[in-house]
T-cell receptor, first 116, second 111 residues
Framework: SAVISQKPSRDICQRGTSLTIQCQVDSQVTMMFWYRQQPGQSLTLIATANQGSEATYESGFVIDKFPISRPNLTFSTLTVSNMSPEDSSIYLCSVEDRTGGRYGYTFGSGTRLTVV | GESVGLHLPTLSVQEGDNSIINCAYS??????FIWYKQESGKGPQFIID?????DKRQGQRVTVLLNKTVKHLSLQIAATQPGDSAVYFC??????????FGAGTQVVVTP
């Protein structure tokens, strides 16, 4: 399966600041996804990021708060802007994975964000 | 919107016993389902998947059952081991590549 490197793995940030999370994949992928996992909860899709087009955001998530870049087929960033304690979550990137003859979705290890 | 959910938030199972984790889904148009395992501090790890044209699929020590009549999905883990302790999520692919996750079940394996 595809190997995803996500950075940083964790961070503690002051409210009002912004954090950019990077997601690097070891193979070219068309579709990349960003998820949020609030403490003790399940995963919620933030947006879909395809190379060459603007990200598509899910209900409840807006570009001003979560700007996304997708400059090429192996890389994407998610920025959490003007952070508040409610943004404390694990943020995960995921890719549509067709390596090894299998179809599925592979996840990075996540970025654990704490806003104080 | 339509959603995927789980019946049990926590499952305690004795080592060596079989585990069954259940999941209900509501979108009858969904055609692809995945089970993920998430250990503490890690991202979800693929376990097994199944398409809607199947009702059973087996992997190594794991079996997924799909009952489309009642919109129910289950994951069976045979001979549960301490390393199986984790949170398990079912996920539904809406065919646009966007996964909708269930609430998750914490599996605790006791000696």
């Amino acid at each position: 399966s595809a190997v995803i490197s996500q950075k940083p793995s964790r961070d503690i940030c002051q409210r009002g600041t912004s954090l950019t999370i990077q997601c690097q994949v070891d193979s070219q992928v068309t579709m990349m996804f960003w998820y949020r996992q609030q403490p003790g909860q399940s995963l919620t899709l933030i947006a879909t990021a395809n190379q060459g087009s603007e990200a598509t955001y899910e209900s409840g998530f807006v570009i001003d708060k979560f700007p996304i870049s997708r400059p090429n087929l192996t890389f994407s960033t998610l920025t959490v802007s003007n952070m508040s304690p409610e943004d404390s979550s694990i943020y995960l990137c995921s890719v549509e994975d067709r390596t090894g003859g299998r179809y599925g979705y592979t996840f990075g290890s996540g970025t654990r964000l704490t806003v104080v | 919107g339509e959603s995927v959910g789980l019946h049990l938030p926590t499952l305690s199972v004795q080592e060596g016993d079989n585990s069954i984790i259940n999941c209900a889904y509501s979108n009858s148009a969904s055609d692809y389902f995945i089970w993920y395992k998430q250990e503490s501090g890690k991202g979800p790890q693929f376990i097994i998947d199944i398409r809607s044209n199947m009702d059973k699929r087996q992997g190594q020590r794991v079996t997924v059952l799909l009952n489309k009549t009642v919109k129910h999905l289950s994951l069976q883990i045979a001979a549960t081991q301490p390393g199986d302790s984790a949170v398990y999520f079912c996920a539904e692919d809406d065919s646009w590549g966007k996964l909708q996750f269930g609430a998750g079940t914490q599996v605790v394996v006791t000696p």
